[in-house]
């Protein structure tokens, strides 16, 4: 079904209005982003950064290496590498190194043997990043607003209160974009972060600190939240996994900004990591109590499986083109599963992906069961005082006087004009879509998806196509579980990569499908490598 000449109407105003504060930024905005002097990281020096948390554990249970050892190689590379990323905001190393010094004791005084530690303590001694927008209890906890300058957490969040108690060390919290709304991790709070393959390029967001962080080997282990692709798309563009798990299973508690409406219906917290093995213990530990939900031990045979891709989103209106290199990757992908494991993958389009921004932007706006819509942008900005005049705040940017980014600015702008009423058209898409990719996919099938339009955009460029993001987005809306898996380095050296999705509840068959991935095309890369 085609859109009607008014949503043509809709469609054409949001890119005028987006090329419009583009354009109001580049003549506004000094140029920023990239720091002068090195132009590449630095390469991994030590040994210990090119080791898995779950190998890092079983190390440390053995007395092989110690916690300290591994805490303060990883206190080296984040003193080395952060002046060239700002990823980490605040850390915490006098507080990790004593933790570690207390891991080492505990090893020495177990009497129990190492499968004692590793039942109770799996991921004991092992350090951990953490998204600034999760409550880690004594850090920042202000998702880069300025009014919220000050505010510190006086709990862990569920999820990095069970990694905590699985026995990892928390390194420090890393950079979002402002109120975690953003594809880009930019706020007046903390600043821009960049990404560790080129500084001029953007690492993603919300959590684009923790993708930062991780792809420059500041961290092995890491959390995010997802709720329009902010573990998708920053895991894309700095070349690690990330896993958006199934809705429901792992607690948002705890987090800044608190979704409302329906969108916790959408949002997902999840594993953020360099190495394919990590993901499953460390989602079965954020899962807690609710693991049980998932199929988490059960052997998957990949053989068994139906594998399904999709290339693109049939060609919206509203969404950059993919490109023909991200293309051509998971054409590789589809022709490495047919000859290495001899299935079949059946290439399926779906008309209603082309709404997928639409279809993201109403539902986000729903009302919850009691009627109560969700807070207004405008009032998260003004947090923790009076709702943010946009307007205002636009006048203000342009005297360079306001606390907001033109991202924010622009969203709060765009959310006043928002149409009340849910498009019927819209919600029949998405219903359909919903409806046909439960069926497809079921119990045993996957599905590759773009995971961008592109390859990590230049700093501020996403302000031009604000709707790019819809790729991700688009599986929010459907409840879908998705593990996003690196695919190596493209023609610019800027890594590539293919979301992989699968029916509700089915999060295991993603996961074994990524240490497939990253055993075919090589997994994380060393930006500073030659």
């Known amino acids: 079904m085609a859109l009607t000449r008014l949503e043509k109407v809709q469609v054409w105003l949001l890119k005028a209005a987006a090329g ?33 948390a779950t190998r890092l554990a079983h190390k440390i249970r053995r007395k092989e290496v110690s916690s300290v050892q591994v805490v303060r190689a990883y206190i080296d590379r984040i003193q080395e590498v952060n002046p060239f990323l700002n990823a980490v905001t605040k850390d915490r190393f006098d507080a990790a190194l004593q933790e570690a ?33 999760f409550a880690l209890q004594g850090m920042p906890f202000n998702a880069g607003l300025v009014s919220r300058k000050g505010v510190v957490a006086t709990v862990d969040a ?27 991790s930019n706020n007046h709070l903390h600043g821009i972060t960049n990404n560790p393959y ?47 798990t199934t809705p429901g299973v792992v607690s948002i508690e705890n987090q800044f900004p608190i979704c409302s409406g329906r ?44 594998f399904f891709t999709v290339p693109h989103d049939g060609g919206s209106p509203m969404t950059s083109p993919v490109s023909e290199e991200l293309m051509a990757a998971q054409r590789k992908v589809v022709e490495r599963l047919e000859a290495d494991l001899g299935v079949a993958v059946q290439e399926v389009h779906f008309p209603e992906f082309r709404h997928g921004f639409r279809i993201w932007d109403t539902y986000m706006s729903l009302p919850d069961k009691e009627g109560k819509l969700p807070t207004p942008f405008v009032e998260l900005m003004g947090e923790p005082g009076k709702s943010m005049w946009p307007f205002w705040e636009l006048l203000k940017r342009m005297a360079g006087k306001s ?53 990590a955009p230049k700093h501020h460029h996403p302000l031009f196509r604000p709707a790019d993001f819809a790729y991700t987005g688009i599986l929010n809306m459907l409840g879908l579980p998705v593990t996003q898996c690196p695919l190596g380095l493209g023609r610019e050296g800027l890594p590539l990569g293919v979301q992989v999705g699968a029916g509700k509840l089915q999060d295991h068959l993603t996961l074994e499908v990524a240490l497939y991935l990253e055993k075919t095309f090589g997994g994380w890369r060393d930006p500073g490598a030659n």
Not at 22 to 41: D, I, M, V
Not at 280 to 297: E, H, V
């Open 403 to 455: 606390d907001h980014t033109m991202a924010a600015i622009g969203l709060a702008l765009l959310e006043k004009a928002h149409v009340t009423e849910p498009s019927a058209f819209i919600v029949q898409q998405k219903e359909k879509l919903q409806k046909n990719m439960d069926e497809l996919l079921g119990t045993d099938g996957v599905f590759l998806y773009p995971s961008h339009p592109r390859v």
């Open 101 to 133: 010094k207390q891991v080492d004791m505990l090893i020495e005084e177990e009497t129990g043997g190492e499968e004692v530690l590793e039942d109770r303590l799996p991921l004991l001694g092992v350090p951990l990043s953490v998204k600034e927008s």
């Open 158 to 184: 569920p999820p990095v209160a069970l990694l905590k108690r699985a026995g990892a060390i928390p390194m420090g919290v890393t950079n979002t974009s402002e109120l975690c709304m953003w594809c880009e």
């Open 198 to 244: 080129d500084f001029e390029r953007i690492p993603g967001g919300s959590s684009g600190g923790e993708g930062s962080i991780l792809g420059a080997a500041g961290a092995v282990i890491g959390v995010g939240s997802d709720i329009g692709g902010s573990i998708r798309m920053p895991c894309f563009f700095n070349g690690i996994f990330g896993h958006k």
């Open 20 to 52: 419009v504060l583009f354009a109001l930024f580049r003549l506004l905005s000094p140029r920023s982003g990239a720091p002068s002097g090195r132009r590449k990281l630095p390469p991994v020096g030590s040994p210990l950064l090119l080791m898995s």
């Open 263 to 306: 969108q916790a219906e959408y949002c997902s917290s999840g594993p953020m990591c360099r190495y394919a093995e990590d993901l499953l213990p460390m989602l079965r530990i954020m899962a807690g109590p609710n693991a049980g939900m998932l199929s988490l031990n059960t052997k998957v045979d990949l053989k068994k499986l139906r």
